[in-house]
């Protein structure tokens, strides 16, 4: 029986989930698959308690999601099922409380998502 040191479970634990923290923003990348990759960028410092959530089950899925700007209470969700598939989206430009909500089921999709411009209290779907 093979057993995981604290120190091999701590060095395993990054490759399967990510999570960080800024500003009061957060990003959670969660993949089960080979060859995928998910990227967020939040470091603008007008971005203000907003999070990005990636979710990739497949094989050689790409993720990035972009919040700058002015963004405050923003929320990206981003999830695909299957493999090969490309999203990208982004928040900027004075968004308050807005979710923009990404999901793609099957192969080879792509899809790119943007929300900008004095956007309030709003949800955008794409699927």
Known sequence: MKTV???????????VS??????NNSTNAEQNGI??????DQSDSTVNFSQVI???????????ADQYTDATGATIT?????????ATS?????????????????N???AMTRQGGSVADSNMTVQ
């Open 90 to 106: 982004e928040q900027f430009n004075n968004i308050t409380t807005a979710q923009l909500e990404l999901l793609q089921s099957s």
């Open 54 to 64: 990636q979710s990739q089950t497949g094989d050689g899925n790409q993720a990035v």
């Open 108 to 110: 080879a999709n792509a």
């Open 78 to 86: 981003q999830t695909q099922i299957g493999d090969g598939n490309i």
């Open 18 to 23: 990510h999570s960080s923290f800024a500003n």
């Open 35 to 40: 060859g995928n990759s998910a990227m967020s």
């Open 5 to 15: 040191t604290p120190i091999t479970a701590a060095i395993c634990l990054p490759a």
